[in-house]
């Protein structure tokens, strides 16, 4: 009986020693602050007018919010960049993973170009964009030109600038699609592809029937990672756009930062801040769901 009181004793300070300092520094960097957002999101803050909240005011951040044509059109440009650029980064990623499955020394040569635009700060990406796709003397409208197409204003038009945003997001983030992908691929057993082509199936019939039901849980959670990520992206459109022209390709996190960092409405943050937290979360139980329903 001694024996096993000494045991227990053990896992207990080995608990306290190893994990205990571990939990700790997650509440304090992680739990504390977001729990002081929500503090803030029923109060009266504006850093320039007051050093201090002034005080209780009920839901009136949120009520402010929904009111904000800002907010409502950052929500709708969030959206359209997030689940435009992941469709096409799932399409791409998982065409490119497919064409350059096989181990050839042509086909590593490729693959490493391919993942160079990941390994690229945003910030960079963004700025050599920016310089790219300059109305007059960008890169991209010298070699339109050439093929005799005269090339929009990209940054100035508001609506080419939400497609800039939206092809530097799939210009730099296919690559992860890709690597996600020929993983998955690779893990399929060739057996299942060689019971089906004895069964007389083609190469589309072998895919829809055999590889996509064996990748679609790694699918998902690549789409999982990328929309949070996609949702998520603050420096890349700080560096291309800054949010214009106007409020052309402002996002979620662009409002909530420019309401914190430059406004210092930090009530109007914290609530933009939870209602993003609540949005995200809805999503990832809606997509888990699914998946688990396909199942």
Known sequence: MSTKIRQKDKELSSWLIFILPALLVVI?????PLIYS?????QDWKLTESPEPKGFIGLWNLINIFKNDVFRRSVVNSL???????FFELIIGLSLAYLFN??????SIVRTLILLPMVIAPVAAGTLWRMMLNGR???????????????PNWLADPQWSLVSVILLEIWQFTP???IISAAAITSIPKSLREAASIDGAGRLMTFKNVDL??????????MIFRVLESLLSLDSIYSLTFGGPGYST???TFFIYNEGLRSFNFGQAAAASWLFMIFTSLCIVWVFRFQNKDK
Do not use: D
Request: hydrophobic share 55%.
């Open 28 to 32: 304090l960097l992680q739990l504390y």
């Open 38 to 42: 929500l503090f803030l999101v029923f």
């Open 80 to 86: 359209i960049i997030s689940g435009t650029a992941v």
């Open 102 to 107: 096989k181990e050839r020394r042509l086909n």
């Open 137 to 151: 003397a960008g890169l991209v409208n010298h070699i339109l030109s050439f093929i005799n197409i005269h090339g």
């Open 176 to 178: 992860f699609v890709m």
């Open 213 to 222: 039901p064996l990748l679609a849980p790694t699918l998902a959670l690549t």
């Open 250 to 252: 402002y996002t979620l």
